[in-house]
């Protein structure tokens, strides 16, 4: 039986994308899974897909975690409820195509809440019970962008964040080890998703040859078993993720940034 059966998990920005199919992936394990994102006509559609064809519960949570208050909020939704947190996923994001140094400033405000303060607080809000319990999971979802390193302006700011993302699960560990708790950096690389036309990326997915991309349904459940095996910075396998990274690390960083800002200036 794997650690997941009968738990509970909360996943945010499940509406779409790599979290939408997390949620589906985590309904194999009969669990009480709380889903959370802005768009509720999705999650309330994710909810009925799920409890039809599964004996998984699942609890619609809407939420805008662009708003300071929002962790707190889920946190206290959970408390309130008695939901312990077995499984946390960090997964909601997005990038954005604007040169940096014309993004609206509020616009920088709710970006950095979504990609980066929201998933800081809810680690911070969940692990301290996951501590108490000695058991817990948390599984942050990063990027290969923040890996490889990654052009300049907006890509550039979305990779320095992935990147910290995963020195981030590293410190976790190295701390919260010893109480049961462990913590998963999963990168995906391009995967098929509402993720470019958020971002504002004119590319679309059937202009990528299909060996460079993922579909979410792979990404979520390769980044779920690799969490359960106790993985800490996940690649993702398949569409040339790991070949990538090891070409990557015989360029100079100068190119790189370079070859990355292009590909980013090519899609807008
Ligand atoms: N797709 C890729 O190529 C790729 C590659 C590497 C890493 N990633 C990472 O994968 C994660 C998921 O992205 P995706 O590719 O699956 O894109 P997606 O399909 O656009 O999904 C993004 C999710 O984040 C949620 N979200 C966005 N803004 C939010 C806000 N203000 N408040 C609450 N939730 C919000 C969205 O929900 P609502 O809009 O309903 O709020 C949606 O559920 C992100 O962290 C992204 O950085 C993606």
Known sequence: MTYLQNKTALVTGSSSGI?????????????????????????????????????????????????????????????????????????AGYGFTEDFDSYDLDKLDDFLNVLLNSLVKLTRLFIKDMKERK?????????????????????????????????????????????????????????????????????QYSDVPSLFLMSAKQVAEQGVNACLKGKEIYVVRGGFNKTMIFISKFIPNKILRFLFGSLVNFGK
């Open 135 to 203: 058991s817990g999971k948390i599984l942050q979802v990063s990027s290969i962008a923040g890996i490889i390193p990654s052009g300049s302006g907006a890509i550039g700011i979305y990779g320095n964040i992935k990147n910290f993302v995963n020195e981030f699960t590293i410190t976790l560990n190295s701390t919260y080890k010893k109480y049961n708790v462990h913590v998963c950096a999963l990168c995906p690389g391009f995967t098929e998703t509402g993720f470019n036309e958020r971002a504002g990326f004119n590319m």
């Open 19 to 91: 979290g939408f199919e997390i949620v589906k992936y985590l309904s194999k394990f009969d669990m009480q899974i709380i889903i959370t994102a802005r768009r509720e006509d999705k999650l309330l559609k994710l909810k009925e897909e799920v409890e039809s064809n599964s004996n998984s519960k699942v609890i619609v949570l809407v939420k805008d975690l662009a708003k300071s208050e929002s962790p707190q909020e889920i946190y206290d939704f959970c408390q309130n409820n008695n939901y312990k947190i077995d499984f946390l996923v960090n997964n």
